[in-house]
């Protein structure tokens, strides 16, 4: 038998014995009434109690009952407990998701079912161009003003992908951002977005490169074909035919040149960085390049330049010898041919102020103007494509100079005034540098 019941029959007896005491049986069934009814009104205060607590269901400040309410208490008690650890579980999880997505070099976005946002990451902000607290609750029609947006939210149709511009550093160059609509739950959506300018650059960088390659081939090839056309279809003076054959021997050289560049640059981007274990003595390497500077300058021009090394503190670099006389002869050679024949060329290694080292080569040619210097190691970019082609250039000199420097930790520095010349410089790092101990 419980608690409860026994209370309840006790007050009952109790009651019956006063009724009883009175010496009448309707005042011991009033009693025994009045009995029942005192239980009654302080069970129901009890499970008034315990009905405001379980509202509350703060398990820290449980009623003081006994009896059955106190083990219904109890066990309530238990049950808020194991269940509030369980809703700490759980948004600790969900807190973790939410870091995990806010994380994400995605954007991602979700709106309710009037596209209303909801909740958004950084990114998808960022991507967008609104304010992930300020903005919540607002449509994200309004924040995203993009017409192809627009359309693509009327439409209803989001089994493919759109791009829209999102906000760019400068006005004229916006970054663009791929975007798709996934319909969830009750109406609602996640808008997934992604920043796909530098996939754009690349490709059109890919095109941009073909084009150039096909183009730089096809000219040699027209010459080539047209004099290989010539020679066998109409008879020719042995000193035409001499000529003929000079020219196409140019022509067949300008090709090989370009692919022995290409192919420098494939090996240079898919091979790994030199390691710091060979060192190589600077005077060594100055002395080689000078020698086939001098050599070139001879065949291409007339009068020949003045090429001089610069006498400096001698010391020791480190990287691949092989990769650091060919960025050396590419600065060298490219200052033979854009310099006027006769002209002044100095080159040598220096020490910088931060322990680094510097090859430096500096002409007296016709300089470059100021908006051409960002894009001059840029494959096949030309400040004057007639005066590259004239000279034997492939445009992809610089751009073997850049890929060198940065395999070794360095950088391509030019400084250069129109009509004053200019001066290239191929910067080493602290740690690619060693002073030469005299004894």
Known sequence: MTRRAIELLL????????????????????????????????????????????????????????????????????LIKKLEKKAQNSDARLEDFLAAIQASPNGVVL??????????????????????????????????RAPAFTAYMAGGDFSYEIQIDGPGVRPSQPAKISLQIHPYGKKRKLVLTRDVTAVQLAEAMRRDFVANVSHEIRTPLTVLSGFVETMQSIPLEEDDRARYLG??????????????????????????????????????????????????????????????????????????????????????????????GGGRIEAGWRLRPDGGGEFFVTDTGPGIAAEHLPRLTERFY??????????????????????????????????????????????????????????
């Open 247 to 340: 020219l196409m021997s140019q022509q067949a050289q300008r090709m090989q040149t370009l692919v022995s560049d290409l192919l420098t640059l494939s090996r240079l981007e898919g091979s790994p960085a030199p390691g710091p274990g060979e060192w190589i003595d600077s005077e060594e390497l100055l002395t080689h390049v000078i020698q086939e500077a001098q050599g070139l300058t001879q065949a291409i021009a007339q009068p020949p330049h003045e090429i001089r090394a610069m006498a400096a503190a001698s010391f020791w670099v480190s990287g691949a010898k092989t990769e650091l006389l060919s960025a050396m002869s590419n600065l060298l050679s490219n200052a033979v041919r854009y310099t006027p």
């Open 111 to 144: 709106l309710d079912s009037a596209g209303r946002i909801e909740w958004s990451n950084l990114t998808a902000a960022a991507h967008l161009g609104f304010d992930p607290q300020r903005d919540l609750g607002q449509y994200v029609r309004n924040m995203v």
């Open 11 to 78: 007050l009952v007896a109790l009651g019956a014995v006063w009724g009883w005491a009175n010496d009448a049986t309707a005042w011991t069934f009033a009693g025994a009434l009045v009995g029942a009814l005192i239980w009654s009104i302080f069970d129901g205060l009890r499970a008034r109690s315990v009905l405001r607590w379980l509202n509350k269901a703060d398990a820290s400040r449980s009623p003081r009952v006994s009896g059955t309410w106190g083990e219904l208490v109890e066990r309530s008690r238990k």
């Open 382 to 439: 030309r400040v004057d494509r007639s005066r590259s082609r004239e000279t034997g250039g492939t445009g992809l000199g610089l751009a073997i100079v850049k890929h060198v420097a940065q395999r070794h930790g360095g950088q391509v520095e030019v400084q250069s005034t129109p009509g004053q010349g200019s001066t290239f410089q191929v910067v080493l790092p602290a740690s690619r540098v060693r002073e030469r101990v005299t004894g």
